[in-house]
């Protein structure tokens, strides 16, 4: 078999077979098949894309490339779930302890992040004393006691895409539908789960900017779950304006608090039920989503969802008293308010660009080598549709340095107030098959 007659097939938009795949990828893996052929197939595959049975068969190919994780010693339905990021996105921090206080476990591998804020692990890093640092064996036990644990990103889980996806990077090939769904893919797989709920982002602070675009990609990764035996569905959720008030990662905490205490914002809170109770209903443990959904709510209610957060928290080092304590969190030195400066109605809020705001005060990373801090970010006040006066706080700057401007620049910038709003949508739709 040679790469070159793989690359002219696929370049004709003629079918690869499954161990055509596989020598593709295992011979990029092991340093076999240079760059510049590997190059020339993700370009082939841009251009002439894969049907059903490719993309899955590429998917299982990256996941054999490295680590698997074996989850069977855990008891009951595994349930995970992914998002494809955004601005202030702070569901899984509000749905892990939701859905474990339903005794559904919750075995949660996640990274730190590169972009407007940290990952869910440096989210939780906030909390004093947390660490993902704990055994396989650990963390299995935990979630067979406590039905919730999260731990970091194995080394070599999935090295096929690690690699290929800096070559797509430096290649103008990362926009191809059956390469990001095999990509996100072959790491929900490699983790682990039994079923998994994808929630597939669209708007200005999405990677996906079109609601098509969103529904291909969530379309491609459902079928490629489906077809290797993961019970899997996504909903497609709006990211045009940030996601709740918070962004920044002690401030999404505190905010992921209030949200199990049932004082969450509206849209945090309702994108939180709906991918639960999708959770809920793959974990068999409802009939229904209207059913699932009244479980979460009851536990919130009831302040189970609450407590699980805080034996989670303790299970791995955190201060738990901080659920109770959120002024425990890290606190920024400065408080900038940005007031309107012209009254109406917010119109628009540029997702992504607020995101940079953030990162510009240090609450993300630009490149991997960057430090995070943990206090800064951004505390809005306003979403579309909201009516302002001028003078009204448009959000607040948590600093740890008091020149400002060029992030006041930017929100300005980012911040439409008009006559009137349109309020975006914020589930376009749920795809199952």
């Not at 804020?117 to 064996?137: C, M, P, Q």
């Not at 569905?233 to 608090?257: H, T």
């Not at 400065?334 to 119109?347: F, L, M, S, T």
Request: hydrophobic fraction near 45%; glycine fraction near 8%; avoid cysteine.
């Amino acid at each position: 078999m040679r790469m070159v007659d793989i690359i002219a097939k696929k370049r004709d938009g003629k079918e690869l077979t499954t161990q055509e795949i596989a020598f593709f990828v295992d011979g990029y893996t092991q340093g076999n098949i240079p760059d510049y052929q590997a190059s020339a197939l993700a370009m082939a595959i841009f251009f002439q894309d894969m049907n059903d049975r490719e993309r899955a068969d590429l998917t299982m190919a990256m996941v054999n490339s490295g680590d698997v994780i074996d989850l069977s010693a855990i008891e009951g339905v595994k349930v995970d779930k992914h998002s494809t990021g955004g601005v202030g996105d702070t569901t899984t921090l509000v749905l892990a302890p939701l859905v474990a206080a339903l005794d559904i476990p919750v075995a949660k591998m996640s990274g730190r992040g590169l972009g407007h804020t940290g990952g869910t692990i440096d989210k939780l890093e906030a909390v004093a004393g947390f660490h993902v640092e704990i055994s396989s064996e650990q963390f299995i036990e935990l979630v067979n006691r406590d039905k919730i644990a999260v731990i970091g990103q194995t080394g070599n889980l999935t090295p096929a895409d690690k690699k290929l996806y800096a070559l797509r990077d430096v290649t103008g090939t990362v926009n191809s539908i059956p390469l990001i769904a095999g990509s996100i893919m072959s790491k929900k797989i490699a983790a682990g789960a039994d079923a998994i709920v994808l929630d597939v982002k669209t708007g200005a602070g999405a990677f996906m900017k079109t609601t098509d675009d969103a529904i291909a990609l969530a379309t491609a990764m459902v079928r490629i779950g489906n077809h290797v035996g993961r019970n899997t569905m996504a909903v497609i959720s709006d990211m045009s304006q940030p996601l709740g008030y918070a962004i920044g990662n002690a401030l999404e905490v505190k905010e992921a608090i209030e949200t199990l205490r049932g004082e969450g914002p509206e849209d945090l809170t309702e994108l939180v039920m709906q991918l639960g109770s999708q959770m809920v209903v793959l974990a068999k443990k409802a009939d229904s989503l209207p059913a699932a959904r009244q479980m979460l709510e009851e536990v919130i209610r009831n302040g189970k969802a609450l407590a699980k957060f805080r034996d989670f928290l303790a299970n791995q080092g955190g201060d738990a008293s901080m659920v109770d304590h959120p002024e425990k969190l890290p606190q920024a030195k400065y408080r900038i308010e940005v007031p309107a400066k012209q009254a109406g109605v917010v119109a628009n809020i540029v997702a992504d660009e607020i995101g940079v705001a953030a990162m510009l005060l240090g609450a993300g990373r630009a490149t991997k080598e960057d430090d995070i801090d943990l206090a800064v970010g951004l505390m809005m006040h306003k979403k579309v549709g909201d009516r302002v006066a001028i003078g009204d706080s448009l959000l607040t700057i948590h600093a740890n340095r008091e020149d400002v401007a060029s992030v006041m620049a930017k929100i300005y910038e980012s911040i439409t107030i008009a006559d009137k709003a349109e309020v975006p949508k914020l589930i376009h739709t749920i795809i199952t098959q």
